[in-house]
Protein backbone atom coordinates (compact mmCIF):
# COMPACT_ATOMS: atom_id res chain seq x y z
CA UNK A 1 0.00 0.00 0.00
CA UNK A 2 1.49 3.53 -1.00
CA UNK A 3 2.15 5.97 1.98
CA UNK A 4 -0.60 8.26 0.51
CA UNK A 5 -3.14 5.60 1.10
CA UNK A 6 -2.03 4.12 4.12
CA UNK A 7 -2.74 8.51 4.96
CA UNK A 8 -6.41 8.55 3.90
CA UNK A 9 -7.06 5.54 5.27
CA UNK A 10 -5.64 6.32 8.49
CA UNK A 11 -7.25 9.70 8.77
CA UNK A 12 -10.48 8.18 7.37
CA UNK A 13 -11.22 5.59 9.91
CA UNK A 14 -11.10 7.92 13.09
CA UNK A 15 -13.43 10.55 11.30
CA UNK A 16 -15.70 7.75 10.01
CA UNK A 17 -16.17 6.56 13.48
CA UNK A 18 -16.58 10.07 14.81
CA UNK A 19 -19.05 10.85 12.13
CA UNK A 20 -21.12 7.20 12.78
CA UNK A 21 -21.57 8.66 16.53
CA UNK A 22 -22.50 12.17 15.40
CA UNK A 23 -25.02 10.80 13.38
CA UNK A 24 -26.09 8.19 15.84
CA UNK A 25 -26.32 10.44 18.87
CA UNK A 26 -27.50 14.20 16.84
CA UNK A 27 -31.19 13.81 17.81
CA UNK A 28 -30.47 13.25 21.52
CA UNK A 29 -27.67 15.93 22.00
CA UNK A 30 -29.00 18.14 24.81
CA UNK A 31 -25.80 20.43 25.32
CA UNK A 32 -27.83 23.75 24.70
CA UNK A 33 -30.06 23.12 27.21
CA UNK A 34 -28.22 22.02 30.11
CA UNK A 35 -26.84 24.32 32.39
CA UNK A 36 -23.23 25.00 31.68
CA UNK A 37 -20.68 26.63 33.43
CA UNK A 38 -19.28 30.23 32.34
CA UNK A 39 -16.46 29.03 30.73
CA UNK A 40 -18.26 25.45 28.57
CA UNK A 41 -17.73 26.35 24.82
CA UNK A 42 -19.94 27.05 22.35
CA UNK A 43 -21.86 23.33 20.52
CA UNK A 44 -20.61 24.96 17.19
CA UNK A 45 -16.70 24.09 18.19
CA UNK A 46 -17.42 20.59 19.03
CA UNK A 47 -17.37 19.17 15.76
CA UNK A 48 -14.80 21.64 14.55
CA UNK A 49 -12.35 20.49 17.78
CA UNK A 50 -13.26 16.64 16.85
CA UNK A 51 -12.62 17.05 13.61
CA UNK A 52 -8.93 18.11 13.82
CA UNK A 53 -8.27 15.77 16.66
CA UNK A 54 -9.44 12.91 14.16
CA UNK A 55 -7.29 13.81 11.70
CA UNK A 56 -4.31 14.52 13.95
CA UNK A 57 -5.17 11.15 15.44
CA UNK A 58 -4.71 9.50 11.95
CA UNK A 59 -1.85 11.09 10.97
CA UNK A 60 0.13 9.65 13.69
CA UNK A 61 -1.18 6.38 13.44
CA UNK A 62 -0.33 6.90 9.29
CA UNK A 63 3.18 8.29 10.44
CA UNK A 64 3.38 4.48 12.64
CA UNK A 65 2.32 2.19 9.61
CA UNK A 66 3.84 3.78 6.74
CA UNK A 67 7.31 3.72 8.79
CA UNK A 68 6.92 0.12 9.72
CA UNK A 69 6.34 0.70 13.56
CA UNK A 70 3.11 -1.15 14.63
CA UNK A 71 2.84 -3.49 16.73
CA UNK A 72 -0.43 -5.57 18.17
CA UNK A 73 -0.01 -3.41 21.40
CA UNK A 74 0.30 -0.30 19.81
CA UNK A 75 -3.05 -1.00 17.13
CA UNK A 76 -4.32 -2.01 19.94
CA UNK A 77 -4.37 0.94 22.38
CA UNK A 78 -4.84 3.23 19.42
CA UNK A 79 -8.47 1.17 18.22
CA UNK A 80 -9.44 0.83 22.40
CA UNK A 81 -9.10 4.77 22.96
CA UNK A 82 -11.30 5.43 19.56
CA UNK A 83 -14.20 2.82 20.90
CA UNK A 84 -13.65 4.57 24.01
CA UNK A 85 -13.89 7.64 23.22
CA UNK A 86 -16.92 6.63 20.84
CA UNK A 87 -19.01 5.14 23.19
CA UNK A 88 -18.36 8.36 25.62
CA UNK A 89 -20.98 10.18 23.72
CA UNK A 90 -23.31 7.12 23.96
CA UNK A 91 -23.38 7.29 27.61
CA UNK A 92 -23.11 11.12 27.87
CA UNK A 93 -25.98 12.23 25.08
CA UNK A 94 -28.07 9.19 24.34
CA UNK A 95 -28.08 7.50 27.65
CA UNK A 96 -27.83 10.81 29.84
CA UNK A 97 -25.27 8.83 32.56
CA UNK A 98 -23.46 11.91 33.50
CA UNK A 99 -21.60 11.24 36.22
CA UNK A 100 -20.99 7.39 34.11
CA UNK A 101 -19.62 9.32 31.29
CA UNK A 102 -17.18 11.53 33.75
CA UNK A 103 -15.48 7.94 35.17
CA UNK A 104 -15.22 6.67 31.48
CA UNK A 105 -13.73 9.76 30.29
CA UNK A 106 -11.45 9.56 32.64
CA UNK A 107 -10.41 5.95 31.32
CA UNK A 108 -10.08 7.54 28.01
CA UNK A 109 -7.41 9.96 29.30
CA UNK A 110 -5.91 7.16 30.76
CA UNK A 111 -6.00 5.19 27.55
CA UNK A 112 -4.66 8.16 25.56
CA UNK A 113 -1.60 8.97 28.05
CA UNK A 114 -0.31 5.30 27.32
CA UNK A 115 -1.12 5.86 23.36
CA UNK A 116 0.95 9.15 22.99
CA UNK A 117 3.80 7.13 25.56
CA UNK A 118 3.77 4.06 23.04
CA UNK A 119 3.57 6.73 19.69
CA UNK A 120 6.63 8.62 20.95
CA UNK A 121 8.60 5.82 21.68
CA UNK A 122 8.20 4.86 18.46
CA UNK A 123 8.15 8.57 16.35
CA UNK A 124 8.24 11.61 18.61
CA UNK A 125 6.18 13.45 16.21
CA UNK A 126 3.36 10.23 16.08
CA UNK A 127 3.04 11.30 19.79
CA UNK A 128 3.51 14.86 19.87
CA UNK A 129 0.59 15.11 17.43
CA UNK A 130 -1.61 13.56 20.54
CA UNK A 131 -1.11 16.25 22.99
CA UNK A 132 -3.82 18.22 21.73
CA UNK A 133 -6.21 15.20 22.41
CA UNK A 134 -4.84 14.46 25.73
CA UNK A 135 -5.21 18.59 26.89
CA UNK A 136 -8.79 18.65 25.58
CA UNK A 137 -10.32 15.51 26.63
CA UNK A 138 -9.11 16.72 30.28
CA UNK A 139 -10.14 19.46 29.87
CA UNK A 140 -14.01 18.05 28.43
CA UNK A 141 -14.04 15.52 31.30
CA UNK A 142 -13.89 19.02 33.71
CA UNK A 143 -16.81 20.35 31.55
CA UNK A 144 -18.31 17.22 32.05
CA UNK A 145 -18.21 16.95 35.61
CA UNK A 146 -19.22 20.20 36.03
CA UNK A 147 -22.48 19.33 33.81
CA UNK A 148 -23.23 17.01 35.87
CA UNK A 149 -23.07 19.01 38.99
CA UNK A 150 -24.90 22.34 37.58
CA UNK A 151 -27.66 19.61 36.38
CA UNK A 152 -28.25 16.99 38.81
Known amino acids: MSKIAIYVKSILIP???GGLVGIVTSKYIDYNSLVQPSWAPPSFLF???WTILYILMGISYGILK???LL???TSNIYYLQLFVNALWSIFFFIFK???FAFFWILLLI?????MIKIFY???KVAGLLQLPYLLWIIFASFLN???YLLNS
Open 15 to 17: LLI
Open 47 to 49: PII
Open 66 to 68: SNS
Open 71 to 73: DAK
Open 97 to 99: WRL
Open 110 to 114: VLVYL
Open 121 to 123: SKN
Open 145 to 147: LTV
